[in-house]
């Protein structure tokens, strides 16, 4: 097991934890400070208060810091991870890499992560298929891969890094560590916290609390909130490892691993040369028998005999679990909002869990920044609710079908198994099949009242190219942005395209940029260059079009002229639900007066 140890005299400790050979990891312990309330006995009211700085909570704070707002951050806990130091999360898929490049953090994933190509499935004793990733790229636009390991624990040590700029007035989130939120009540008005901490408790006052307290969150029942579980049978033990002489940093997934009675393994790389490998359990196995270290080695011996240095390898974490399954009917109540796995359990195939925390705080951070900062009507803040539980609907049942390949019932569910297996083994197109899980993706928002019918659809980080020649990205454009809107129009501009755009421009919620493919001029202030249609291609646009982009990267509208549908699209996107009236081109130039 993980334990904590003195820090390793050798090790490089940026992060305050570092990997030490012998020693399993030492993880960062955040100091506790007594708040001001405690020592003045003053109630102080908060615009934005996010309970549980795990990767959802920090995420929330980095995208509303970047986007300047101030929130407070309260965490239970004092150290990143949960508690036990597990890694948990190991995977973390392509939307959520293009938003820590956003927030800052993703070249830091990239270079102390993982990136494998080859992913090699067995059951039984035979190879099922294998695949290289690298041969299956060219449909992806994106300047980042379609997914890094990396211990959950470094993200989050990434995240409160940022949040901590070196000029303090710079700071903008407030996090105190040893928070435990123990009470809650809301009126019309605002919400009433009470912390407790180690120097006391004391009462705070919301007027949005952000629940990212995780799978155990007490704002469930505090809110009264209907819960759809389900909990199953399947038990797992993960064990993360360090070889002596490590295999080939390939992914490695067995249905039927002879060496675990024909039950699931899987066998990953992650930073630091610490392999993931997941077993199997027994239905209902004791947590406690099973990750015994004897029983542990027992189990490693078994699968890679003695060629690994497995006798000497170096157990880093050992973790039992089960999985549920769940989604509460609502992910706002009244001024609470439930994001990660305080809105949404699911099973961890295809890592669905913590890359969609990560993306409910990405779509929160912007509304409530609009909304905070009087660009958008709190209206839009209910969008939240309509596209991260369609989302989450989405995801459970994905995960869910994962779960159920993996564990089949006895009867059709074991047929079609046995089935897609000995097709798989023989014919390419059974691969797809084989349901080992699948990967995290973008979620498409089909009854969000916050986009159009042309939009809600997410868009990928392409590359681009600056006025001068030099090259950008897409979350380049949308940093700049600074959480507007970002109208983005295709093409040569008329005379009239050109005014109505300029006039668009002064509005203070929106960005207005012309794209320019080679051969097309440019006659907008603002322009970049799109030299191989890939930010078109991106917005789910052809010729000359326009796409409004919100600033989670997500297509709000599309439209080929700039007229009254734009003016729809806008009032969507903002919650204002404003109507294009009379003359759509006047009604521009209003609303740029
Ligand atoms: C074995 C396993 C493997 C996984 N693999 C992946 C993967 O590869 N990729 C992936 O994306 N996801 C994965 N997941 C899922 C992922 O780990 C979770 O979805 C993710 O941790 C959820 O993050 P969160 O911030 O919402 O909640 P948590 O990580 O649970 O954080 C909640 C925070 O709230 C704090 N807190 C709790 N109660 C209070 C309170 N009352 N007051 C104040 N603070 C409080 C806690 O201290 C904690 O810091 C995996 C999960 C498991 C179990």
Same mark, same amino acid.
């Given at each position: ?9 050798? *090790? ?8 030490? /050979? ?6 960062? /312990? ?11 006995? $003053? ?20 995208? @509303? ?61 035979? $190879? ?43 700071? @903008? ?82 249905? $039927? ?13 992650? *930073? ?20 015994? /270290? ?26 039992? &679990? ?5 989604? @509460? ?94 097709? *798989?083994?023989? &014919? ?44 950008? /990205? ?20 008329? *005379? ?51 796409? @409004? ?45």
């Amino acid at each position: 097991m993980l334990e904590t140890h003195e820090p390793y005299a050798g *090790a490089a400790l940026a992060n305050g934890y570092a990997f030490a /050979e012998g020693a399993g990891y030492t993880l960062p /312990e955040y100091p506790f400070v007594a708040p001001p309330e405690i020592l003045s006995g $003053e109630v102080k009211r908060y615009p934005v208060v996010i309970v549980g700085a795990g990767i959802t909570g920090l995420t929330l704070a980095c995208a @509303l810091a970047q986007y300047g707002v101030r929130a407070l951050l309260l965490d239970e806990d004092n150290t990143v991870g949960v508690k036990g130091a597990s890694s948990r999360g190991i995977c973390y898929a392509q939307k959520t890499l293009e938003i820590f490049r956003r927030l800052g953090i993703y070249e830091r994933i990239a270079s102390k992560g993982v990136q494998w190509s080859i992913g090699r499935t067995f059951a039984g004793a035979d $190879e099922v298929y294998s695949f290289d990733l690298r041969q299956q790229q060219t449909h992806s636009l994106s300047q980042q891969p379609p997914f890094i390991n990396i211990q959950q624990f470094y993200v989050e040590g990434f995240l409160i890094e940022q949040l901590s700029p070196a000029d303090p007035a710079d700071r @903008l989130i407030d996090t105190r560590w040893k928070h435990r939120i123990t009470a809650f009540e809301q009126n019309a008005d605002f919400a009433t916290l009470t912390a407790a901490t180690p120097a006391g408790s004391y009462t705070l006052q919301a007027e949005h609390v952000i629940d990212c307290s995780g799978a155990h969150s007490p704002f469930r029942q505090w809110c009264g909130i209907p819960l759809s579980a389900q909990k199953g049978d399947d038990r797992w033990c993960i064990a993360d490892v360090r070889f002596k002489h490590p295999p080939p940093a390939e992914r490695h997934t067995w249905i $039927e691993a002879p060496f675990n009675e024909g039950r699931a393994v899987w066998q990953h790389l992650m *930073a630091d040369g610490v392999w993931r490998v997941d077993y199997q359990m027994p239905p209902l196995a004791s947590a406690e028998a099973v990750s015994r /270290e004897d029983v542990v080695r027992a189990r490693l011996s078994k699968q890679f005999g003695h060629e690994l240095g497995v006798d000497e390898c170096e157990i880093v974490w050992v973790g039992p &679990y089960a999985y549920r399954s769940e989604c @509460l009917d609502q992910l706002r109540h009244g001024r609470v909002f439930f994001a990660g796995d305080a809105a949404h359990v699911m099973s961890p195939f295809g890592a669905r869990g913590g890359n969609s925390g990560v993306q409910d705080a990405d779509n929160l951070a912007w509304k409530l920044a609009a909304v905070l900062q009087g660009r958008a009507a709190p209206a839009l803040l209910d969008s939240y609710h309509e596209e991260r539980h369609e989302a989450a609907e989405y995801n459970l049942r994905v995960t869910n079908r994962t779960a159920r390949f993996l564990r089949p019932a006895d009867g059709a569910e074991r047929l079609f198994r046995t089935a897609a297996l000995g097709l *798989a083994r023989r &014919y390419v197109f059974a691969r797809q099949l084989v349901n080992t899980g699948r990967m995290s993706t973008p979620n498409t928002y089909t009854r969000s009242g916050a986009c159009s019918p042309t939009g809600g659809r997410a868009t990928q980080n392409v590359a681009l190219a600056w006025p001068d020649g030099s090259r950008g /990205e897409l979350m380049d454009l949308l940093k700049w942005a600074g959480g507007r809107l970002l109208l983005l129009v295709f093409g040569d501009l008329s *005379a009239g395209a050109a005014a109505r755009l300029r006039a668009l421009s002064l509005r203070t919620d929106l960005r207005c940029v012309q794209v320019i493919a080679p051969g097309e001029s440019a006659s907008a202030t603002e322009h970049v260059l799109d030299p191989q249609g890939h930010l078109q291609a991106s917005c789910h646009v052809f010729g000359h079009a326009w796409a @409004l982009l919100r600033p989670d990267s997500y297509v709000a509208a599309t439209g080929e002229s700039i007229d009254a549908s734009l003016v729809h699209a806008l009032g969507l996107a903002l919650g204002t639900g404003e109507q294009p009236q009379g003359n759509a081109e006047e009604k521009l130039k209003g609303k740029a007066a």
